[in-house]
Nanobody, 114 residues
Framework: QVQLVESGGGLVQAGGSLRLSCVASISIFSINAMGWYRQAPGKQRELVAVVTSGLGTTYADSVKGRFTISRDNRYTVTLQMNSLKPEDTAVYYC?????????WGRGTLVTVSS
C-alpha cells in the first residue's frame, strides 16, 4: 500500500505560478512512475504530467512549456506550474504506479482566476 499526500493548491490569478508537491509513503525510487492528473468540474480526469523511474517525462499538450514535473528527493514529486490559465482550474491528483497497481492521492484544488 502506498499513501500519497498532495499539497500546494490554492487560488492564483491568471499568469501566476503554483508549486504542487506529492509526498509518498515509500521511496519514489521503488515506484515505476509518478504523475499528476487533474479533473475539472464536469470533465473527465486527464493526464497532466508523468515522470518514470528512468526520469523520462510526458506532458499533456495543453501544459507543455508551462508545467514541469520533477523528483525532488526520495519521497517527493513536484509539479511547477507557471503562466497559469483559468482553464487550468481543477482538482489535481498525484498518482503512483507500483508494478501494475495504481495509487491515488486525495487531490488538491487549484483555482485560477481571470
Amino acid at each position: 500500500q502506498v499513501q500519497l499526500v498532495e499539497s500546494g493548491g490554492g487560488l492564483v490569478q491568471a499568469g501566476g505560478s503554483l508549486r504542487l508537491s506529492c509526498v509518498a509513503s515509500i521511496s519514489i525510487f521503488s515506484i515505476n512512475a509518478m504523475g499528476w492528473y487533474r479533473q475539472a468540474p464536469g470533465k473527465q480526469r486527464e493526464l497532466v504530467a508523468v515522470v518514470t523511474s528512468g526520469l523520462g517525462t510526458t506532458y499533456a499538450d495543453s501544459v507543455k512549456g508551462r508545467f514541469t514535473i520533477s523528483r525532488d528527493n526520495r519521497y517527493t514529486v513536484t509539479l511547477q506550474m507557471n503562466s497559469l490559465k483559468p482553464e487550468d482550474t481543477a482538482v489535481y491528483y498525484c498518482s503512483a504506479k507500483v508494478n501494475v497497481v495504481d495509487y491515488w492521492g486525495r487531490g488538491t484544488l487549484v483555482t485560477v482566476s481571470s
